[in-house]
């Protein structure tokens, strides 16, 4: 019996030891000066290098400001059933905050009731949505957007207009926003109006078969407005590809990507409507390290600017920025965005 006791009094501090080892080479590895008191989940819509790279660097850069840790989760295809799950996966991590972008999907909406049931704040950005009992909504006035790109397509126009607009997904809050603020302000001049809108869910793949079809269907529409990153990085080159009868067709996109810059620079595109992703992303950590530290957002919605870019201040822009960001895929992947795809 007493060997036996003996025994369980070594293998107890064998284990202990081995215990003990593994706490210390685990605080060994933190980088120094790191703090782990704050660590907040960023899930975006989509894992790239462009506008939700921005953002993620955004905030990877206030994490080295205020001493936080954000992980980056994101999707090369997104959708609200993968959105919700990953968000249910996280909340078994526990962050002390959650940055997404809004979304009406009663799947998302559910996700984050659980999180707030748990304690969770969220910080909502680029999207709103009033169904989630979010700690404030990040992001530009939608509408405001619309607007500045329907007054962009419409500067010294002689002759009626004819629009396509193309956006993501109409049950996503802030495209029908910046759909309802472009028609508002065409509805201001006489000539201008609306011909179509084309969902065309966010895919590089949909807008090279849609935009084509839609103009050969369509002769007489002379205007596009892309409310969204996708149809704004390509829609210069499906024009420029179906020859020069197009070369006349008004276009106003969205972003600031090198490729919707070059078009800008070149002629191609009127203008691009911008945001500051990255000054998104950054200030919503902030609310959250705020928020921990018994500090309350001063509003509920915060707007950042919206800014149209042209040729002629073209010089003052630069294209999104992502070096360093690591995307965690749900899958359980780790894709690190290359540096050359800044």
């Known amino acids: 019996m007493k060997k036996a006791f003996n025994c369980l009094i070594i293998l107890f501090s064998v284990f202990f030891w081995i215990f003990f080892f593994l706490v210390l080479q685990f605080d060994s590895a933190k980088p120094a000066g790191a703090s782990y008191d704050y660590r907040f989940t960023f899930i975006s819509p989509f894992a790239n290098s462009g506008y939700w790279g921005s953002t993620a660097r955004g905030m990877m850069e206030a994490d080295q400001a205020y001493g936080t840790n954000t992980k980056f989760?994101?999707?090369?295809?997104?959708?609200?059933?993968?959105?919700?799950?990953?968000?249910?996966?996280?909340?078994?991590?526990?962050?002390?905050g959650l940055i997404t972008a809004g979304s009406s999907d009663p799947m998302v909406v559910s996700a984050l009731k659980e999180v707030r049931d748990a304690g969770i704040?969220?910080?909502?950005?680029?999207?709103?949505?009033?169904d989630v009992d979010r700690l404030c909504y990040i992001g530009a006035d939608n509408y405001e957007m619309g607007q500045l790109a329907g007054k962009?397509?419409?500067?010294?126009?002689?002759a009626p207009l004819y629009a396509a607009v193309i956006i993501g997904n109409s049950s996503v809050e802030n495209q029908s926003l910046r759909l309802q603020g472009f028609q508002d302000e065409?509805?201001?001049h006489p000539g201008c109006h609306i011909e179509a809108v084309l969902e065309a869910d966010y895919s590089l793949l949909n807008v090279r078969q849609m935009l084509p079809s839609l103009l050969k269907e369509n002769p007489k529409i002379n205007a596009?407005?892309?409310?969204?990153?996708?149809?704004?990085?390509?829609?210069g080159q499906i024009l420029t590809s179906m020859g020069k009868e197009y070369d006349n067709v008004r276009v106003v996109v969205s972003g600031n990507t090198e490729e919707i810059l070059n078009h800008v620079a070149s002629g191609r595109y009127i203008s691009t409507i911008i945001q500051e992703s990255d000054a998104m992303?950054?200030?919503?950590?902030?609310?959250?390290?705020?928020?921990?530290?018994?500090?309350?957002p001063e509003h509920d919605v915060i707007y950042i600017d919206s800014i149209t870019v042209t040729s002629k201040n073209l010089d003052g822009v630069t294209a999104y920025e992502s070096e360093g960001v690591t995307w965690h895929?749900?899958?359980?992947?780790?894709?690190?965005?290359?540096?050359?795809?800044?």
């Open 329 to 342: 895929l749900y899958n359980g992947n780790l894709l690190r965005t290359p540096q050359s795809e800044n």
């Open 281 to 296: 992303g950054a200030m919503a950590v902030e609310v959250l390290k705020n928020y921990q530290n018994g500090i309350l």
């Open 224 to 235: 596009v407005f892309c409310a969204e990153g996708y149809s704004s990085i390509i829609a």
């Open 121 to 130: 704040p969220v910080v909502l950005i680029d999207n709103d949505s009033h």
């Open 73 to 96: 989760v994101g999707f090369m295809q997104s959708d609200a059933s993968s959105v919700s799950q990953a968000i249910q996966s996280e909340l078994r991590c526990c962050p002390d």
């Open 186 to 188: 065409l509805a201001l």
């Open 152 to 158: 962009s397509i419409t500067a010294d126009l002689d």
